[in-house]
């Protein structure tokens, strides 16, 4: 599907801005990259994940009112906070500026994980103005807006977070000019392992050591594993997607910033894992298993490895959440 922010046209119905009526919404937790697949990859998982409360106001403009769960690093000044650009940026595109919001941020979710915690909030705070306008657009609409957020975030509006987490399922992000997001299929029965060691790893730093010139053998051999894993994808082949998941280019130099990372892979492929990799920029790390208890175990065992090295971790075993995100009430 092409998205292009120009095009975007006015919600067929728009609720009048009567002050107080509201709405909670909560959006997933993604995975991006999914290892060899740097910024083009990402799927939804069912938890962890962030909650939006929106209500609309007789004044209009945006006021944040409360955020919780983010230890005071989120700013409340509407100009600096991701959900509250967003939902401006797509004010200003149907024509809303009337609008008046007010916006509670509830953080149930780590920041700095690498589960795209910003696109999370970005996500919810989108889908709670599309519902209170009663837009009723495909949500794929709302990705060029969730993207402003991501550059505010970290510096690079990617699309691997965000659409997954507006869309649900497992996305392919073919294009960013213009826009091209397509959904793919998954084997039902793939659970995520996600263990999220007590570390700081900033998304900026994080892309600042990338290589910016790869040779050509490193190319190829990258293209025909993400081509191995989309096809494992549709021919619901978890061989073939485990045995794609293999990264030259990112997580060689992204692992260093991840304490025991290769210790965590050789216990979590040990212990019947079909890959093993970094979610996003990290820290998170996750598996891929064909069973909710291997995907368990797996995360018991990596905390407790992180522990015997004197490290705090969250823990996580999710199928892909094909949903996205949802009205809460």
């Known amino acids: 599907m092409?998205?292009?922010?120009?095009e975007i046209k006015a919600p067929t119905i728009i609720a009048p801005p009567s002050g107080g009526r509201g709405v909670h919404v909560f959006a997933p937790a993604t995975v991006a990259n999914v290892v060899c697949g740097f910024d083009v990859l990402g799927f939804a998982v069912n938890e962890p994940g962030d909650e939006v409360i929106m209500r609309l106001t007789n004044k209009p403009g945006i006021t944040i009112s409360k955020i919780t769960g983010d230890d005071g690093r989120l700013p409340l000044d509407p100009a600096k906070n991701t959900v509250s650009v967003s939902v401006q940026h797509y004010l200003q595109s149907v024509g809303r500026t009337d609008v008046g919001l007010d916006i509670e941020l509830h953080k149930k979710m780590p920041i700095g994980s690498g589960l795209g915690s910003s696109s999370a909030s970005t996500v919810a705070g989108l889908y709670a103005i599309k519902t209170l306008l009663d837009d009723d657009a495909d949500p794929?609409?709302?990705?060029?807006?969730?993207?402003?957020?991501?550059?505010?975030?970290?510096?690079?509006?990617?699309?691997?977070?965000v659409a997954p987490a507006l869309l649900g399922?497992?996305?392919?992000?073919?294009?960013y000019d213009p826009l091209d997001v397509i959904r793919?299929?998954?084997?039902?029965?793939?659970?995520?392992?996600?263990?999220?060691?007590?570390?700081?790893?900033?998304t900026r730093e994080a892309r600042q050591i990338i290589r910016q010139k790869i040779n050509m053998k490193d190319a190829v051999t990258q293209w025909g594993n993400i081509a191995g894993l989309v096809s494992g994808l549709?021919?619901?082949?978890?061989d073939l997607i485990g045995r794609s998941m293999k990264d030259i280019l990112v997580e060689p130099v992204r692992s260093m910033l991840i304490p025991d990372f290769y210790k965590m892979r050789e216990i979590a492929m040990g212990m019947g894992a079909i890959s093993f990799g970094i979610s996003g920029s990290g820290p998170s790390v996750f598996a891929f298993t064909k069973d909710e208890e291997t995907a368990k175990l797996i995360t018991q065992k990596l905390q407790q490895h992180l522990t015997s090295i004197k490290i705090g971790s969250n823990i996580y075993v999710s199928t892909i959440n094909d949903a996205g995100p949802k009205v809460l009430g």
Not at 2 to 6: A, D, G, I, M, S
Not at 146 to 159: D, P
Not at 169 to 175: A, E, K, W, Y
């Open 234 to 238: 549709f021919m619901q082949d978890i």
């Open 169 to 175: 399922g497992f996305v392919l992000i073919r294009s």
């Open 140 to 161: 794929a609409k709302l990705l060029p807006f969730a993207m402003k957020g991501e550059e505010m975030a970290c510096g690079h509006g990617h699309a691997d977070n």
């Open 2 to 6: 092409e998205n292009k922010e120009q």
């Open 184 to 202: 793919l299929p998954h084997p039902a029965g793939l659970y995520c392992a996600i263990v999220f060691p007590d570390v700081d790893v900033p």
